[in-house]
């Protein structure tokens, strides 16, 4: 089983870029579907942007199409979300997580192996 984890979330000013990586150990990582997302306080998970196993596929909420790329590195086990022109709506909790073999879609519950999680704040 993959074990994920998240880094690079940090304090930055509305307008800013911030780079979060996600870390994942075993040889099976580059035949997983990748999926990033986010939660606030008092809200439910919500889908960010996903990566189909090569890389070629890419799917974005509507909300961050167009502000965040996601990319991934197979060689070295690293998935990453580069998040540009930052707004303070963007504050959350990202998390990484494997999409379920057999499983489809962007909701929440077809991911499993959720990394701990990484703090994004977006100050305005």
């Known amino acids: 089983q993959v074990q994920l984890v998240e880094s690079g979330g940090g304090l930055v000013q509305a307008g800013g870029s911030l780079r979060l990586s996600c870390a994942a150990s075993g040889r099976a990582f580059r035949t997983y579907t990748m999926g990033w997302f986010r939660q606030a306080p008092g809200k439910e998970r919500d889908f960010v942007a996903r990566i189909g196993e090569s890389g070629a596929r890419t799917n974005y909420a509507d909300s961050v199409a167009g502000r965040f790329t996601i990319s991934r590195d197979n060689v070295k086990n690293l998935m990453y979300l580069q998040m540009n022109t930052l707004k303070p709506e963007d504050t959350a909790v990202y998390y990484c997580?494997?999409?379920?073999?057999?499983?489809?879609?962007?909701?929440?519950?077809?991911?499993?192996?959720w990394g701990p999680g990484t703090q994004v704040t977006v100050s305005s």
């Open positions: 997580a494997v999409q379920i073999p057999s499983y489809s879609g962007t909701n929440w519950r077809a991911y499993n192996s």
